[in-house]
């Protein structure tokens, strides 16, 4: 069992950035693909960024790249999300994510490959 926590959430203008933070409980943090996904209101959820089990291997959304950075923190049981350049249509609850799985060098970009799922930190972009 992982219990996940996002923190770092806020109300930022159009432009600037913040830095997500999502921690896991447990000692089996470094088996788990890592990812990010956010759910707009009235809108489904979808991927953001994901990380493998070792930090080697990323991958994002058309929407964010080159905006957003992930990055992970084994020794601290971490997850980041480094957002920079916020626009308006970045308005979201951002979730964290963990997948249980034995694959290395790989990342996880659809939400039913995760067993784990963190509560949510709310992103609000004014423009």
């Known amino acids: 069992q992982v219990q996940l926590v996002e923190s770092g959430g806020g109300l930022v203008q159009a432009g600037h950035s913040l830095r997500l933070s999502c921690v896991a409980s447990?000692?089996?943090?470094?088996?788990?693909?890592m990812g990010w996904f956010r759910q707009a209101p009235g809108k489904e959820r979808e991927f953001v960024s994901a990380i493998s089990r070792s930090g080697g291997v990323t991958n994002y959304a058309d929407s964010v790249n080159g905006r957003f950075t992930i990055s992970r923190d084994n020794a601290k049981n971490t997850v980041y999300l480094q957002m920079n350049s916020l626009k308006p249509e970045d308005t979201a609850v951002y979730y964290c994510a963990a997948d249980p799985s034995a694959l290395l060098g790989s990342v996880a970009t659809r939400a039913a490959q995760y067993v784990y799922w963190g509560q949510g930190t709310q992103v609000t972009v004014s423009s």
């Open positions: 447990g000692r089996t943090f470094t088996t788990h693909r």
